[in-house]
């Protein structure tokens, strides 16, 4: 999927994806908890999205630069002295030209146009890593029943590609989300952005609101903290 096709999606759901992305802001949670008592002087976040890492964290950093395609949600980030906003890419290199002592992502590296390339850059850059990515198992329950294949990498996937470029620690974790009814479970893709942009069908849409036979769905998080590998390391 394109990168415009990511930007234009979370555009659409910026203003009331905090009111819908309960699920990204428990994950920004459990991400931060993983770093509670490291207190990075610099974070850059990828994907900062409304805010929900830096609203997560219980100290604040000297300098935090929030990275997100869409203007929308930057336009709803908290401000303070200590954060720099950023519209771009994941894979724009000038983000990477000075060093972090953490560079963090919160539920939006499953997006990353070249996942790969991603992680390179972020190993040149980076001290200090901590990442929550969804895993291709997320919404399986969707994919099954409409016979559709997840535009996410796999766990298997990222692993590898972690594995290549860091060292640290892996924790794998899954979410059940249950709905009161699947307009509800609809109206929640839509609002919290959390399909990337891949829109379904007129009849892969109408075929869930009708005949689903859930109304509950599952996302699955791979959680890593680590750092580069160095070359003397390898």
């Known amino acids: 999927m394109k990168t415009a096709s990511y930007a234009q999606s979370f555009s659409r759901a910026a ?21 509670e008592g490291m207190e990075y002087e610099s974070i850059l976040d990828l994907g900062c999205g409304t805010g929900a890492l830096w609203r997560a ?9 929030g990275v997100d395609l869409s203007m929308e949600m930057l336009d709803l980030h908290p401000q303070d002295p200590a954060i720099r906003l950023i519209q771009s890419d994941f894979n724009h290199p000038s983000l990477y030209e000075r060093s972090y002592d953490l560079i963090a992502a919160s539920s939006s590296l499953q997006w990353s146009r070249d996942l790969a390339q991603s992680f390179d850059l972020i190993a040149k850059s980076a001290q200090n890593v901590a990442f929550a990515i969804f895993t291709s198992e997320s919404l399986w329950e969707i994919h099954d029943y409409v016979n559709s294949h997840s535009p996410i990498p796999s766990k298997e996937q990222i692993e590898s590609l972690l594995k290549e470029r860091f060292v640290g620690e892996f924790e794998l974790k899954r979410y ?14 839509k609002g919290s952005g959390i399909s990337g942009g891949r829109r379904l069908g007129f009849a892969q849409s109408k075929k869930l609101i009708q005949s ?12 890593f903290i680590g750092k580069p590998l160095k070359a003397d390391h390898k």
């Open 15 to 35: 203003k009331e994806y905090d009111a819908y992305a309960y699920l990204q802001q428990t994950v920004a949670r459990e991400l931060a908890s993983w770093i």
């Open 57 to 65: 964290l219980r100290f604040k950093p000297r300098f935090f630069t």
């Open 176 to 189: 059940p989300l249950s709905f009161p009814s699947r307009v509800a479970m609809l109206s929640y893709l």
């Open 212 to 223: 689903a036979p859930f109304e509950r769905l599952t996302f699955e998080v791979l959680f």
